[in-house]
């Protein structure tokens, strides 16, 4: 689970507006529905390798929410910057088709997830059902 830092806390109070009770709950979002550098292409891409050559090859770079989270590789928070007004378009854009597959595969996880549960009940009815019925048989002859 993501940590934060005392600099990533002031930074990420002062520079973005959350909604959420608590940090930690933002950055749990931010690692679950978060850009990487693997999710990204073009301008979006190339202003995010620039600050992780910037940060160094120890921190983790992640776009989320019109804003760039600096980690370290043990996930705590370091600081966090605005992205330029003229790529706030393509992040919101990117963003959104992550969600929605981030989303997908959970709803499709969770489907799975209920029909293995459904079929293991059914399972263990049928069973009981077919017991108690050999043992009604067995009491008619």
């Known amino acids: 689970m993501a940590d934060l830092t005392k600099h990533g806390a002031r930074r990420l109070r002062r520079r973005i507006s959350t909604s959420m009770p608590s940090d ?15 999710d990204v292409e073009g301008d979006l891409a190339g202003f995010l390798s620039a600050k992780k050559v910037q940060n160094g ?10 804003a760039m989270h600096i980690f370290t590789k043990d996930q705590r928070l370091v600081t966090v910057y605005r992205l330029p007004a003229n790529l706030i378009p393509e992040a919101d854009r990117t963003g959104a088709e992550k969600h929605r597959r981030v989303k997908a ?5 969770r489907k799975q997830k209920e029909q293995s549960h459904r079929a293991k009940y059914l399972a263990k009815k049928r069973k009981a059902w077919l017991e108690d019925y050999e043992t009604e048989i067995n009491l008619r002859f």
């Open 57 to 66: 090859p120890r921190h983790e770079c992640v776009i989320y929410a019109q």
């Open 105 to 109: 595969e959970s709803s499709e996880r």
């Open 24 to 38: 930690k709950e933002y950055l749990h979002r931010v690692f679950k529905y978060g850009l990487r550098e693997e």
